[in-house]
């Protein structure tokens, strides 16, 4: 939620696609991958005696002591293969992302596609070596005193995961309903979907993005960023 890339792929899609049951189909499968996913690494977490993370720390911390603990042969294949696959997602969602700043520069500068790929992704390469050189190459990296002392890989993954999503996501609910429109959007997904026009779903997603969307997630943005930048959480 609250990407770039939502608006980026949905400019793709036909006139004619049923963007509802898409959503709901691409909904259900993420979570369901997720949802498996957890079941195969936190019983193996909690079976080595290792206390449970999430994002970089359980990455790259807590699973390797995990590999590094069944042994010199068996610990090197399963973990080899974890980092294999987690090396093809990253990748796989490398190129998703970076698909958001060529389609515009391409779209909106007529610049070409081919030029601004490369430029592109040696900015990103740059912009990503003090996440790569944190996790002890470059000790100025290792502890941000503007983020309570946390690693620059984490300050990434937190401020653009945590906080940016939630902030992106409140920013396209009011632009739907305050700048493009609601009528126009239902307009948009009744070509894919006659019945959606009148519907009790369309009144639904309608209330929702105008008053449910923007109320959770501005007390999500005002909690993460209190927690994340000011060590304040409130129970």
């Not at 079941?39 to 449970?52: A, D, E, H, N, R």
């Not at 997602?89 to 389609?103: D, I, K, N, R, Y």
């Amino acid at each position: 939620l609250g990407m770039g890339a939502l608006i980026t792929y949905g400019s793709y899609v036909e006139k004619n696609q049923n963007v509802i049951s898409s959503a709901a189909i691409i909904t259900t499968m993420d979570m369901s991958v997720a949802f498996l996913s957890g079941l195969m690494i936190f019983p193996l977490v909690f079976s080595q005696g290792q206390t449970p993370a999430q994002g970089p720390g359980l990455i790259f911390v807590v699973l390797p002591g995990i590999f590094q603990a069944m042994g010199p042969i068996l610990g090197k294949v399963i973990g080899g293969s974890f980092f294999l696959l987690v090396c093809f997602a990253a990748l796989t969602s490398t190129v998703s992302l970076l698909e958001v700043p060529v389609a515009y520069l391409v779209d909106e500068k007529k610049l070409p596609r081919k030029t601004v790929v490369w430029v592109m992704a040696l900015v990103i390469f740059v912009v990503g070596l003090p996440s790569m050189l944190s996790q002890g190459a470059v000790p100025a990296f290792n502890s941000l005193p503007f983020y309570q002392g946390r690693d620059a890989l984490t300050f990434v993954s937190e401020v653009f995961s945590d906080i940016s999503l939630p902030l992106g996501g409140l920013l396209m609910s009011i632009f739907i309903a305050r700048r493009w429109g609601l009528h126009n959007m239902s307009d948009e997904i009744a070509q894919g979907n006659p019945s959606y026009k009148g519907s009790f779903l369309e009144k639904y997603i309608n209330f929702a993005i105008r008053y449910i969307g923007p109320a959770l997630l501005s007390v999500f943005f005002v909690l993460i960023v209190l927690e994340k930048f000011f060590g304040i959480t409130l129970n």
